[in-house]
């Protein structure tokens, strides 16, 4: 494989996590423009456990991904009575804040000769992890590849389970779900707070992956992509958000000669997507046709 | 037992019903009817919490009701259907029981008979009006309610359907559960209930 | 006197966010729909006006006009492309992204005919005066006067015309609306076009403030409307000036006195504050309140 497609599959499996965090959001209906606070969360975490603190790579990134549960949960008990525009409006408020702060933070070092540390606009530099291993970019590749998938399966065996069944309802008709007798604030906790962890794992791989971190990667830009992906890949089945990530970076970016005008075809296509899958293209409805054809329980 | 004691609500300064009383005992099957805006489906509403009253207390048993959440009291065992269907459009009846596979089959039989077998794996807007508010029946039934309130269940059938719909209610609704049938048509009640109730504009509940 | 001075400044400068907070509430109240968009929209209309400009020399007025009618136009194209095609609950989110998609597409648009980066905007109004010790930028108080102007139009339209009504009617209930035989389409189509036409007033009065144009200025005057909109409270036409102000005051307080850094991180935890406090905004907690029961309604 030549080293560009690597590059282009590795961004793949990572903008992966965070548009899987926005699906479980979506799921329990809500719209969130803060993911990617979770995303740059999981990224600084890392960066400040693995090269202050001299943590292994492994508590490093689950430190991290606790970090973001913990933030997530607490940012879903705060907005716990908003909805629709007000929790995506204090999301991305939440999520500005967050960049904002790391512009200002500053704490650099020198470590082994190499500036590193947190040093506002300029950066977090030289997370030296892939190279200290001796890590190539197809080795870094398999080792997302992995963590994407473990988690996929996941969520494919969650999906199974009544959790994701009644979450389901919650986000679709809370009134239903009500008078079934389901409780739906600590599925909209929980889902939320899962969400930020998804997304913190993928930004501390990003962060291992790019060595440098900086504020402004994490800004909304990146939080309305990675729901613009989830949208347009379904929300039926967990596969959706990466056929969304696939879409945008896979296909705009290897065609190459399209690259100058990437957006405006972008852009159009998933206006017209949407209006002929206004559910994204692996829709709930689509998931439960596969299903009727597959899974026949014998009713 | 459900009890409403001197209930109240108003909406915008007007008055749907004040001092509403009644009691509905384990087992009864009762029709209420009466005109618009008399306030049926908001008695409903109050009963399983979507709505609060202004006053008055409404106990279940020796609960007390005022101030429960809906699932809550949905827990409870009050359970209810919707005036317009409730099911996803996107999932197949099978998956819209929300209950554990196991009731499912446990219950196989019943849902077999009641006529929906054929539908189980379709989806909302390939199946018939009836199909669909028998399985919303049945969705609450599986949910194993107490008391079950029906917001006009046979809105829109057809004579026939509404005989057929009738001999499913008789059939396969348990008689320790206490069924609440609101309607403005008559013919159902008269069918299945065994009281009926009538709600007029600021007076009391009529015990027909 | 400095606080004095620098809240007049906040005001003055306030009074754009203003104008864009009341296209956005004008949206939002009528159509419930946040049109991503719409900061992109004017930056293309204002980008192919001086495009246009530099080929023709259509002169100020020119540039005035021409920024309205395709600001209107291309609100037209977002919604027959982003909104007209979906409806219902879910809608809303999926337009939201659409006109997200639309929004790059737009900025996109925008930076082929803005290839320097940055281009002058023409600015028709002399500089400033001094009121005894205060320096007051007299494009800037008329800005603040257009602001107020235009509020009372938009408050004509929507509460004494006809077409008000049916936008009001839409707003209130879009499917009884079509039953009574309301043209929900054309309504909708005219609730954009009109915001259309007031963001490029505000636009167009911004820029030649500003005197530049930059390819920010799309991203920036989405953000910018929606965080007053939501400061001010949702919908309310009082709260959308309120929030604007509001807004102006705290930012230029802010640079004023713990540094220009600061003003993003203090708008947004305020956002944030008032959000988890007072949801319904500074004014708007009455419309709040209605729309919860109107969704509420079984």
Redesign the interface.
């Known amino acids: 494989m030549s080293l560009y497609l690597i590059t282009v599959l590795t961004n793949i499996c990572l903008f992966s996590f965070i548009a899987l965090s926005a699906y479980l959001i979506l799921i329990v209906g809500e719209v969130s423009f803060g993911q990617q606070a979770f995303f740059g969360i999981g990224a600084y975490s890392l960066a400040i456990f693995f090269v202050y603190f001299d943590f292994s790579i492994i508590s490093s990134i689950f430190f991290g991904m606790l970090i973001c549960f913990c933030l997530a949960l607490f940012l879903s008990l705060l907005t716990i009575k908003l909805s629709g525009l007000y929790f995506a409006m204090a999301t991305l408020a939440f999520a500005e804040v967050f960049r904002l702060s790391m512009n200002l933070v500053r704490f650099p070092i020198e470590k082994e000769g190499r500036a590193t540390g947190l040093n506002g606009p300029e950066g977090f530099e030289n997370i030296r992890w892939i190279f200290e291993n001796n890590i190539d970019p197809l080795g870094f590749f398999y080792i997302t590849l992995i963590t994407l998938t473990i988690l996929v399966i996941s969520l494919f065996i969650l999906e199974r389970s009544?959790i994701m069944?009644?979450a389901?309802?919650v986000g679709?008709?809370i009134?239903?779900?009500?008078?079934?007798?389901?409780?739906?604030r600590p599925y909209r906790v929980f889902f939320i707070g899962t969400a930020g962890a998804i997304s913190g794992l993928g930004g501390a791989l990003f962060a291992l992956a790019n060595t440098y971190i900086e504020p402004a990667m994490f800004g909304m830009m990146l939080g309305v992509h990675s729901l613009a992906y989830t949208i347009i890949g379904g929300l039926?089945l967990p596969i959706g958000p990466l056929l969304g990530v696939f879409i945008d970076i896979g296909l705009l970016e290897s065609i190459r000669f399209l690259s100058e005008y990437r957006m405006i075809i972008f852009g159009g296509l998933v206006a017209i997507i949407l209006i002929f899958y206004p559910?994204g293209i692996i829709?709930?409805?689509i998931?439960?046709r596969i299903?009727?054809l597959f899974f026949?329980?014998g009713? | 037992m459900l009890e409403f004691k001197s209930v109240g609500k108003s909406f915008g300064g007007i008055n749907i019903f004040e001092n509403l009383n009644f009691q509905l005992k384990k087992g009864e099957w009762v029709g209420l009817t009466g005109g618009n805006g008399t306030g049926k489906?908001t008695l409903i509403?109050i009963a399983?919490?979507?709505q609060l009253p202004d006053e008055g207390k409404v106990n279940l048993g020796n609960v007390s009701l005022l101030g429960l959440?809906?699932?809550?009291i949905?827990?409870l065992g009050v359970?209810?259907n919707?005036?317009s269907v409730?099911l996803?459009?996107?999932?197949?009846l099978?998956?819209q029981f929300?209950v554990?596979?196991k009731k499912?089959f446990d219950n196989?039989e019943m849902?077999q008979a009641s006529g929906i077998k054929g539908f189980?794996?379709r989806?909302p807007s390939e199946c018939p009006l009836p199909i669909l508010r028998k399985m919303e029946v049945l969705?609450a039934l599986l949910?194993s309610p107490s008391i079950l309130f029906l917001d006009e269940p046979s809105a829109g059938f057809s004579q026939e359907e509404l005989h057929e719909f009738s001999q499913f209610l008789i059939t396969y609704v348990p008689s320790s559960i206490s069924l609440v049938i609101v309607e403005h048509r008559t013919e159902l009640m008269q069918l299945v209930c065994t009281k009926s109730w009538g709600l007029f504009l600021n007076e009391p509940l009529r015990i027909m | 006197m400095e606080f004095l001075q620098t809240c007049i400044d906040g005001l003055l400068f306030g009074s754009a966010y203003s104008l864009l907070a009341l296209s956005f509430s004008l949206l939002f109240g009528v159509m419930k729909r946040i049109n991503l968009a719409f900061g992109s929209t004017l930056l293309l209309s204002a980008v192919f006006s001086l495009w246009i400009d530099s080929l023709f020399s259509i002169g100020i007025f020119g540039i005035f006009f021409l920024m309205i009618a395709s600001s209107a136009l291309i609100n037209i194209y977002v919604e027959k492309l982003c909104f007209y095609p979906h409806s219902g609950k879910y809608g809303a989110t999926v337009s939201m992204i659409s006109s997200f998609a639309i929004w790059m597409q737009l900025d996109e648009m925008s930076s082929f005919l803005l290839p320097d980066r940055t281009a002058s905007f023409p600015s028709f109004l002399p500089d400033s005066f001094f009121l005894k010790d205060l320096f007051i930028r007299i494009d800037q108080l008329f800005l603040f006067l257009i602001a107020v102007f235009m509020t009372s139009i938009f408050f004509y339209v929507l509460y004494k015309t006809n077409y008000g009504l049916l936008l009001r009617g839409v707003s209130f209930d879009g499917e009884l609306a079509k039953k009574l035989g309301v043209n929900s389409g054309k309504i909708s189509s005219f609730a954009f076009a009109f915001s259309g036409i007031f963001g490029a007033i505000a636009a167009f009065l911004i820029l030649s403030t500003e005197s530049q144009v930059t390819p920010f200025f799309g991203f920036w005057c989405t953000l910018k409307g929606l965080v007053a909109m939501m400061l001010g409270g949702i919908g309310s036409l009082p709260g959308a000036i309120i929030g604007g102000l509001f807004l102006g005051l705290v930012e230029s307080n802010v640079i004023n006195y713990l540094g220009a850094e600061y003003r993003d991180i203090c708008t947004y935890l305020i956002l944030l504050f008032i959000l988890v406090v007072k949801p319904g905004g500074i004014m708007g907690s009455a419309l709040l309140r209605d729309e919860r029961a109107a969704s509420?309604r079984?």
Do not use: C, M
């Open positions: 009544f069944k009644n389901r309802i679709k008709d009134i239903l779900a009500q008078s079934l007798g389901i409780r739906p039926g559910e829709s709930p409805r998931a439960s299903k009727r026949n329980k009713l | 489906s509403n399983t919490g979507f959440k809906p699932w809550q949905a827990r359970k209810r919707f005036q409730r996803s459009e996107s999932l197949i099978r998956d929300f554990p596979d499912i196989l849902i189980l794996n989806f969705r949910h | 509420e079984i």
